[in-house]
């Protein structure tokens, strides 16, 4: 079963607008991961941040991690047209170690 | 470096009939994986292989078989196609993740499977 949920499922902006996206997962973890997968592509990792960690920075992007709320938010800053693409969380449960991704949020960026 | 490779990238299928995918990756990964994906429901793990010589179930095995040829190939076998496996068909790969955690995967294309 899926253990991220990513919210929300879909979002449009205007190309310069920051895009928020959030993820909740059910269990305790090791790391939380950012994907990225363009249209008929495969997934390009983008971030991963450990669970004692708060807060990632990587050029546009920022991720956040709340283990108290079991959730974690990644904001692309200035978005660009190329950062049209669905964006999926993934976790490795405590005590056992494959990933578990989400169903995505589906970003369009308006030129 | 090609990273991770996979053949075919379509594949129409009839409802029976078996056919095998393949993997490979030249990034000396101990890892490998192969995901599902199907609208909506983000990537699903159908096999993994920790190390070579390992294979274990993931999420959704039923109906595939693997196999960890060598270090850099891990194939994946539909015995009888049921429409029920159209799906996008990832292969991963990763180091062998530690008692920190999971590392980040590498993906290859994907194929596009059809069964009629």
């Known amino acids: 079963s899926q253990q991220g949920e990513e919210d929300p499922q879909a979002l449009s902006i205007q190309e310069g607008e920051n895009a928020t996206m959030n993820c909740s997962y059910k269990?305790?973890?090791?790391?939380l991961q950012w994907y990225r997968q363009n249209s008929g592509r495969g997934l390009v990792h983008l971030i991963l941040?450990?669970?004692?960690?708060r807060e990632k920075h990587s050029g546009r992007l920022r991720v956040t991690l709340d283990t108290s709320k079991k959730s974690s938010s990644l904001l692309i800053t200035a978005s660009r047209a190329a950062d049209t693409a669905s964006y999926f969380c993934?976790?490795?449960?405590?005590?056992?170690?494959?990933?578990?991704f989400g169903a995505g949020t589906t970003v369009t960026v308006r030129a | 470096n090609a990273g991770v490779t996979q053949t075919p990238k379509f594949q129409v299928l009839k409802t029976g009939q078996s056919m095998t995918l393949q993997c490979a990756q030249d990034?000396?990964?101990?890892?490998m994986y192969w995901y599902r994906q199907d609208p909506g429901m983000g990537l699903r793990l159908i096999y993994y292989s920790a190390s070579e010589g390992t294979t274990d179930k993931g999420e959704v095995p039923n109906g595939y078989n693997v196999s960890r040829l060598n270090k850099r190939e891990f194939s994946l076998r539909l015995e009888s196609a049921a429409p029920s496996q159209t799906s996008v068909y990832f292969c991963?790969?990763?180091?062998?993740?530690?008692?920190?955690?999971?590392?980040?995967?590498?993906f290859g294309p994907g194929t596009r499977l059809t069964v009629t």
């Open positions: 941040i450990r669970s004692n960690e």
């Open positions: 991963a790969s990763s180091e062998l993740w530690t008692e920190t955690g999971a590392y980040e995967q590498y």
């Open positions: 269990t305790s973890i090791n790391n």
């Open positions: 993934a976790t490795d449960a405590k005590d056992d170690y494959k990933l578990s």
């Open positions: 990034m000396n990964h101990n890892s």
